[in-house]
């Protein structure tokens, strides 16, 4: 069974740019979720997906976005990208509500 | 919201010993899960525990539940045990997951 895959899996960005990163879940799994990793903040949740629909959002400003697609797969946008935005993007999926999470690679994004 | 604590925040060993990573929970959670993350920065699932005790190789995971903490042992460590271990807890019945702030194992030869 393929795991989750994230892609790009490297990006660099000017500064007020925007970006569309993308995520395939596991075959079946329903729920999506993206995580922001930087070495300050840690790992943080930005948003959670349930077929098709935002369940979760953490806290961060309206520039990031995601959506859902029918065939479970995500996307997150990042619109006016700021020089902060330089992290490690995890997505993971899985098969329902507070359930075992599997994560992918990550997309590196580098904002100059 | 539920808080997570990992500690030590950093480990250092030379290969052959053992090792123990706690991760404290500050609420009652339906399940728990243990992360490496490698080099490359992937997530690799160790355990999903959210009571008792499970196995693998030379890692085995322990939660007690009612007590809010979980326990990672590591036995006979490789230089390729080297990495950061998370431990992770949803909120409520969400697959919000809150991370602890991890444990920066380094193994030497």
């Known amino acids: 069974k393929a795991g989750v895959t994230q892609t790009p899996r490297y990006l660099i960005k000017t500064r007020g740019q925007q970006v569309t990163l993308s995520c395939s879940p596991i075959s079946g799994h329903r729920s999506v979720s993206w995580y922001q990793q930087t070495p300050g903040q840690g790992l943080q949740f930005l948003f959670e997906y349930f077929s098709e629909t935002q369940r979760n959002k953490g806290n961060f400003p309206g520039r990031f976005s995601g959506r859902q697609f029918s065939n479970s797969r995500s996307e997150m946008n990042v619109s006016t990208l700021e020089l902060g935005d330089s992290a490690l993007y995890l997505c993971?999926?899985?098969?329902?509500?507070?359930?075992?999470?599997?994560f992918g690679q990550g997309t590196r994004l580098t904002v100059v | 919201g539920i808080q997570v604590e990992q500690s030590p925040p950093d480990l250092i060993l030379q290969e052959g010993a053992n090792s123990t990573l706690r991760c404290n929970f500050s609420d009652s959670v339906n399940n728990l899960q243990w992360f490496h993350q490698n080099p490359w920065g992937q997530l690799i699932n160790l355990f999903y525990i959210p009571s008792g005790t499970k196995q693998n190789g030379r890692l085995s995971a322990t939660t007690v539940a009612t007590e809010r903490y979980s326990l990672l042992y590591i036995s006979s460590s490789q230089t390729t045990d080297s990495g950061v271990y998370f431990c992770a807890a949803p909120r409520g019945n969400t697959d919000k997951l809150i991370f602890g702030t991890g444990t920066r194992l380094q193994v030497f030869p």
């Open positions: 993971a999926s899985s098969p329902a509500g507070a359930t075992e999470a599997f």
